[in-house]
Antibody, heavy 122, light 106 residues
Framework: QVQLVQSGAEVKKPGASVNVTCKAS????????IAWVRQAPGQGLEWMGW????????NNGRKVQGRVTMTIDTSANTAYMELRSLRSDDTAFYYC???????????????WGQGTLVTVSS | EIVLTQSPGTLSLSPGERATLSCRAS???????LAWYQQKPGQAPRLLIY???SRATGIPDRFSGSGSGTDFTLTISRLEPEDFAVYYC????????FGQGTKVEI
């Protein structure tokens, strides 16, 4: 069955960077894309961006533009999200999700990881 | 950026009742590229509807989606106890954005 398993919780200081991993199984990894969505405690969902595994095409949301890098390792069926220059308002659950990408566009998110809590605090 | 506004913020209903949730876009959503998700406390979101009206795999037929352009609706025909949750709409026609959510409570 399709599974996305994310790395564990992180605590970081302001200005630091965080890497969240998302290991996929149960589907042909290279024919899909991976999206990243975050959710501050008690708040709504925020799309951060996505990456097409087939052609490495990426698209990032405005709020994290310039601070986020999304990459994949097809040999390990794993996606990575690095967020730099962390601020207190980056404290959130970070989710990876499977998406389908084609022609420079990605679509809805049909399977989700369990979420990774990133806490930014001095 | 397309802004999605969901209403109402909270919907208070009883099991067996019909729930109607609205999602309005600030500009037309390309090709009805709109999805709905359900999220329960402590869980990741679950895809319910994509393409405005197509049910995702395993979703009961009491969930239905409709709409086009800037106005979309999620309808739950008869609420079951497990349907009380927060619902989000998402557009993926121009990058992607989410609505702020509607909480369906007992």
């Amino acid at each position: 069955q399709v599974q996305l398993v994310q790395s564990g919780a992180e605590v970081k200081k302001p200005g630091a960077s965080v890497n969240v991993t998302c290991k996929a199984s149960g589907f042909n990894f290279v024919t899909y894309g991976i999206a990243w969505v975050r959710q501050a405690p008690g708040q709504g969902l925020e799309w951060m961006g996505w990456l097409s595994i087939y052609n490495d095409d990426t698209n990032n949301g405005r709020k994290v533009q310039g601070r986020v890098t999304m990459t994949i390792d097809t040999s390990a069926n794993t996606a990575y999200m690095e967020l730099r220059s962390l601020r207190s308002d980056d404290t959130a659950f970070y989710y990876c999700a499977r998406t389908y990408c084609s022609g420079g566009r990605c679509y809805y998110f049909d399977y989700w990881g369990q979420g990774t809590l990133v806490t930014v605090s001095s | 950026e397309i802004v999605l506004t969901q209403s109402p913020g909270t919907l208070s209903l009883s099991p067996g009742e019909r729930a109607t949730l609205s999602c309005r876009a600030s500009q037309s959503v390309t090709s009805s590229y709109l999805a709905w998700y359900q999220q329960k406390p402590g869980q990741a979101p679950r895809l319910l509807i994509y393409g405005a009206s197509s049910r995702a795999t395993g979703i009961p037929d009491r969930f239905s989606g409709s709409g086009s352009g800037t106005d979309f609706t999620l309808t739950i025909s008869r609420l079951e106890p497990e349907d009380f949750a927060v619902y989000y709409c998402q557009q993926y026609g121009s990058s992607s954005t989410f609505g702020q959510g509607t909480k369906v409570e007992i």
